[in-house]
């Protein structure tokens, strides 16, 4: 605003010092004295304010109107910039001159700084319009979009797309995804939608177990991120170990290993009291068996990767003779008659790597199996039915495979890994429509 000397000085010599202010704002732009440039204009715009009516239209035209375009490009290219205070300049100049297309070709790029591409783009639309003959608008835009569907499809890939399936566990066809590398599954990322609808909820995790049971996964899988997110807040980090056990094996069964991969991986970076070691032992167990079965699918070195982790999951769940290697150590677990749910989709995993015909015959005691393990649960015996329907499926036993799954769907009905599974079996048998369905359900 201007001080109380400088309404006392005659308006039109105003007028003249602002024309001062603004040449000396564009030699110094020319030079790239970016600040001094900034701090030329906006005194300039300072001193036509409040001016008589005879002046203001004349000086609005010819002197305030470009001071404020010109504010606003410097605005955009200081270091750090400053998008807002161009967007404010911007709409300025288009409340007074709608078609402007400095203005609007500005705003766009204002826009885009700060974060809000769906405006911008219809800007730059607007700006080509505008200016027809102006490659460096055009290019602008075709940029934009194009980083947009970069955006969108990764977007899908993560979260979005949850109904977008592949193959899942073990099955064929897996080896044309794309393999991640160990740096991939450490700096792997959760979704960060700009609204989540559960994040004021009470009990989130609550609601996602509720979700789940209702077979409404895409809400369940918002709803853990959000117990997760606020148990992270509190540093409740059993809990926040808990829901990221959960969340994970919800992904695992959308098929979304590479996000499950980040849940486990989560379960070991927050260090806990030493009080609270024993309690936050058994939930980095399981997240150490969950994570050799995403790294079957998702590592660029399944084999080194799942034995090292299956050999610390034996030395914290199986103490014991660890000279021995992880495979001879899960035999001799069997042989004494230590056998689990757990241990035998350990072995199987093992046993996998190396091709060996026994693969379904362990998958299958991990079947049959009813104990205190992670997987002898009853609420994760479908999970072992759609690993053993992915075993025979893979050495051609199709149609044993379906059965198997209709047993994986009867204890899950809504079972998107199961059903995509299921769906490729029923193709290689030519029953193309039910095939179909079973896409469809997933």
């Known amino acids: 605003t201007l001080r109380p000397s400088e309404e006392k000085i005659d308006p039109a ?28 204009y906006a005194e300039a715009l300072r001193l036509t304010q409040k001016l008589p009516e005879d002046l203001a239209l004349e000086a609005a035209v010819s002197l305030r109107r470009p001071v404020q375009l010109n504010l606003a490009l410097v605005c955009l290219r200081l270091d750090p910039s400053q998008p807002m205070r161009a967007l404010e300049l911007c709409e300025e100049v288009l409340d007074a001159e709608p078609e402007n297309p400095k203005a609007t070709y500005r705003k766009a790029k204002a826009l885009l700084e700060l974060g809000e591409e769906k405006e911008a783009e219809f800007e730059f639309v607007r700006a080509c319009k505008l200016m027809p003959k102006d490659a460096t608008v055009r290019k602008d835009l075709e940029a934009l979009r194009k980083a947009m569907r970069k955006d969108k499809a990764k977007e899908q890939e993560t979260f979005q797309g949850l109904f977008q399936k592949s193959p899942g566990f073990a099955s064929e066809g897996r080896q044309t995804q794309q393999r991640l590398t160990k740096q991939d599954v450490d700096d792997i ?12 909820a009470e009990s989130p995790q609550d609601l996602a177990s509720g979700f789940q049971k209702e077979g409404r996964l895409e809400d369940a899988a918002q709803a853990w991120e959000v117990a997760m997110g606020r148990s992270a807040q509190e540093e409740d980090w059993l809990s926040h170990f808990q829901y990221a056990l959960e969340y994970g094996v919800l992904l695992m069964d959308l098929n979304i290993d590479r996000l499950a991969l980040r849940c486990f991986n989560t379960v070991f970076e927050r260090p806990v009291e030493e009080s609270l070691e024993e309690s936050a032992k058994p939930l980095r167990q399981h997240a150490l068996l969950l994570k050799s079965i995403c790294l079957l699918n998702e590592s660029a070195d399944a084999q080194a990767e799942i034995t090292e ?40 995993l093992l046993q996998l790597l190396t091709g060996q015909d026994s693969v379904p015959e362990t998958f299958a005691s991990a079947v049959v199996a009813e104990d205190s393990s992670f997987f002898g649960a009853e609420a994760r015996r479908s999970t072992r039915w759609n690993m053993l329907g992915a075993v025979l499926n893979n050495r051609g036993f199709h149609e044993q495979a379906i059965e198997v799954w209709r047993h994986a769907l009867q204890c899950q009905p809504q079972y998107p890994r199961a059903l995509v599974n299921m769906a490729m079996a029923q193709l290689k048998c030519g029953s193309f429509l039910a095939a179909c369905a079973s896409q469809a359900q997933a």
Request: glycine share 8%.
């Open 309 to 348: 982790c299956l050999q610390h999951w034996l030395q914290m769940a199986h103490k014991g003779e660890h000279q021995l290697s992880p495979e001879e150590r899960l035999l001799q677990l069997r042989e004494q008659g230590t056998w689990t749910a757990d241990t035998a989709v350990a072995l199987g």
């Open 189 to 200: 990322y959760f979704h960060d939608g700009k609204e989540n609808p559960y994040e004021g």
């Open 13 to 40: 010599e105003r007028v003249e010092k602002a024309k001062k202010l603004k040449e000396e704002g564009n030699a110094k732009f020319k030079t790239e004295d970016l600040p001094g440039a900034r701090k030329a």
